[in-house]
Every structure is written in structure tokens, then in C-alpha cells.
């Protein structure tokens, strides 16, 4: 089946004369196929890089190397206004002079559709983003999720095969974040646009992505499935991006296939992967090797989430259910021992300026969780 859109090793540099190579590599060779009807996200720091392949995709920067396909036609020399591309920009400037049904129809007007299909598609695209009753409306007489909400159905219009989302919901509160973000989802499943959707927020990224890609200084660390993404992190980069992560220094205390006995890791341990027990009697001889004290206690609703001061000064996250919590009597100041129930390793660095670097850290992550030392 032909994808919705691919790109094939696209960089763009920008001119940078405080360089000294004299520009700065945004996007540095990427691959990407995104399947019809998919919803991807992609996710990553401020300034990686993720706007830049947005404005590539839809022609507002031109690649400097590598292509672009949509519906497996070649798009890199053609004009925006022909890719048929819905693109909603951070702060999605809508026209303030306009009505609702303006600023919708606006992209329609252009393409010379007719008056009354126009109307009709207005109609319905109102009614598919919730805006009845706010049509005559201009946007300063309409909240910030409203006017996301025209933003969007401005986007769809002109029914694109692609649509491009930057950060869609930007400045509003957590709850219209959130109702915004459901009906998006519901929305591009009813319509099967592919879609791509940028973000800076992880949660956003894991709850909307049938895909998710994660990205850091212009390159992409994964595309995966969100329970992927969490739970087989490929590079630390990622462990430590998506969601809470306890970091471990350790070394191997065993021969690994490649790796000798001695070679430095860095463990990563999710919160709710440690597993956390009163101890009743801290006189008594330990057999377990971790033990800490609670230094820190919260609240969360469903889950508590523990700070644990290690015996050796380190601190450790926990999180466990709220009725777990109160069963094991856990408390500020209780002593503990933790057990390591689940963990990811990485060479210290990213492993790729040792020989086969990333050989390495893909054997590593088979599981050495019985070979390293505690922390
Ligand atoms: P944010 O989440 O903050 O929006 P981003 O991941 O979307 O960040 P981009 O906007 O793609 O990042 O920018 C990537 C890098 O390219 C940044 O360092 C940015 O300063 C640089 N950049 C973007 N556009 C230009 C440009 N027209 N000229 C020079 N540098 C640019």
C-alpha cells in the first residue's frame, strides 16, 4: 500500500555564520513513512528540529538534501498550495476580522469552490468540531479552545490528504488540553487523515500517537508504538525522555557476550518498576541490598509516588498504588528495602564513541538486569 507520506534521508541546514562549518543541521537525514489513515506524533526538546520537518513537509522550507513523497509522489518541487496539506501552526493566527464561517471558508474561497458547497462544508465542518451557534462570532468573542477549534476545521477544509499539526493546543488550560485532545483523536479516526501532530509534551505525544517518533538534535531516536516508546526505550536519550526515570550508575559485574566484566552502564529503572517493602525490624541483619528511607511522600490520587534516600545517598522514585501503599504502612521517614523488578541498560554516553557503539547498546538492552551491580 502506498504511504501517506514518506521522506527519504531530508536534512535542512540553516546559514549560521557563528559556526564554523557555517550553518546548523535542524534535520540531519531522516526516514519516515507515515501509513495512510495514521495518526504519528512526534516528540522531543525545544529546538530539535520538529517544526522545521513540518514546514519541509508542507513546502514552506524547501530540503536541503533528501526527498519527500505524499501518496508516493514526489513533492519536493512542488508549490505549497498545490501538496492539498491542512496545517495548523503554533498560535494559529486566525483572521481577527473574520467571522467563523469566514476564516473556515477562507481556504475555499480561493480554490474558486462554489458558494453553495462551500456553505455545506462550513456546515458540517462546524458541526465536527462542536461550533454551532457560534458562527457569526469573530474570534476575539471566542475562548482559546474555541478558536482552536477553528483553527482545526480551517485546517480540514479543503478535506487535505495530509494534515500537520504544531503544537494545536497551545495556550489553554489542562482541561480544555485535555477535551481538546480527545475530540482531535476522535476526529482524525472519523475522518482517517493522516495526520502528524508536534508536541514538546510526552503525554500528549503517548495518548494521541498510533506511532510515536522521538526526536533530539534534528535526528530521530524511535518510532514506536507508546507502550514501545515506554516500555523498550532503544537509546537513553529516550529512556529519560518519555516519562519518570530513575538513572543508575553501575558496572557489569559479570562477562556479558561482548561487553567485559567491568564496563560502566547506566541503568534505568522506571518508577513503578521498583518494588518497595517496610522493613519491620531495621536491627536485623539485611539480606536484601537495597535499603533506604522515605524522604518524600506524595499524593497522587490513584498512586503514591516515594522519594527513597539510599543507604549510599541516592535517591530513587517509586510509584505504587495508593492501597499499597497503606497496606505496607509506608510513610515519611519509614526505612525500606527496594527491589529492581524491571530495568533498561545503556553504555555511559550513548556507546557510540566506543567500537560498534551501537551494536553494543543493542546487546546490551537484552536483559543484564542479573549482571550489574546495585546502585
Ligand atoms: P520548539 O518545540 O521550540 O518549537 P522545534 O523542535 O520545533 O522547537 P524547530 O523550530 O524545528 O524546533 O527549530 C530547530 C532548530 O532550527 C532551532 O535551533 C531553530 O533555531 C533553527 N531554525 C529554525 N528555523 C530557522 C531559520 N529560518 N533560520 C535559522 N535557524 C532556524
Known sequence: MTTAITLRNLSKRFPDPRRPEGWFTAVDSVDLDVEPEEFLTMVGPSGCGKSTILRVISGLESPTSGDIFIAGERVNQLPPKD????????GYALFKHMTVTENIEFGLKLRKVPPSKRRTRVADLISLVGLE????????????????????ARALASEPRLLLLDEPFG???????QKLRVDTKKLQRELKVPTILVTHDQREALELGDRVVVMNHGRFEQIATPADVYDNPQTEFVARFIGRTNVFQTVLEEDHSILPKGT??????RPEDVLVSALPDPSE???PTLVGTITDYSFLGRTVRLE???????????????GDALKKKLGLGGLVSLEIAACHAFLQGDGSNSPNGSENQEAIRSDVSDKVASP
Not at 501538496?83 to 503554533?90: D, H, K, S, V
Not at 495556550?171 to 488540553?177: G, L
Not at 545517598?313 to 498504588?321: E, F, K
Open 285 to 287: 541483619p539485611q539480606t
Open 264 to 269: 560502566r552502564l547506566n541503568v534505568m529503572v
Open 133 to 152: 451557534g457560534l458562527e457569526a462570532r469573530q474570534p476575539r468573542q471566542l475562548s482559546g479552545g474555541q478558536q482552536q477549534r477553528v483553527a482545526l
Open 308 to 322: 527513597i534516600t539510599l543507604t549510599n545517598g541516592t535517591l530513587c522514585t517509586v510509584a505504587l498504588p495508593k
Open 171 to 177: 495556550a489553554v488550560d489542562a482541561k480544555v488540553r
Open 83 to 90: 501538496r492539498n496539506i491542512g496545517f495548523m501552526f503554533q
